[in-house]
């Protein structure tokens, strides 16, 4: 994982909306949910989820899955591993998971 896609991935993180989004997935599990129980559970038009869960999207931080018509969408726990082990890499000063680099 480059810095910048540690970056990015951090920066999507840094949302009180996006927060809530995800700590209701981790709370699902791998099956995740579809926008619609996400919006009322969460309390926020679906307008607006559909704007955070682009972001979380783009950052690799949720999985998209589609069944039939229903789409369903999870954390992505590979990243989120990375990004929980880079955290605790830095604070010990052992940054060695972390590369230079564009994408």
Same mark, same amino acid.
């Not at 559909?50 to 899955?65: D, E, P, Q, S, Y």
């Not at 604070?91 to 994408?103: D, M, N, W, Y």
């Given at each position: 994982m480059t810095l910048a896609v540690?970056?990015?991935a951090y920066a999507a993180l840094g949302n009180v909306t996006r927060l809530r989004v995800c700590h209701?997935?981790?709370i699902v599990g791998v099956g995740g949910l579809t926008p619609g129980?996400?919006?009322?559970?969460?309390?926020i038009d679906e307008g607006t989820l559909?704007?955070?869960?682009? $972001?979380?999207?783009?950052? /690799?931080?949720? *999985?998209?899955?589609k069944d039939g018509h229903m789409t369903y969408y999870s954390l992505?726990?590979?990243?989120m591993v990375?990004?929980?082990r880079g955290l605790v890499d830095y604070? $010990?000063?052992?940054?060695? /998971?972390?590369? *230079?680099?564009?994408?």
């Open positions: 540690t970056a990015r209701l997935l981790s129980s996400m919006s009322t559970t969460l309390a559909f704007h955070h869960l682009n $972001k979380l999207l783009a950052a /690799g931080i949720l *999985r998209v899955r992505n726990s590979e990243v990375r990004l929980s604070a $010990k000063g052992e940054p060695r /998971g972390a590369r *230079r680099g564009g994408k």
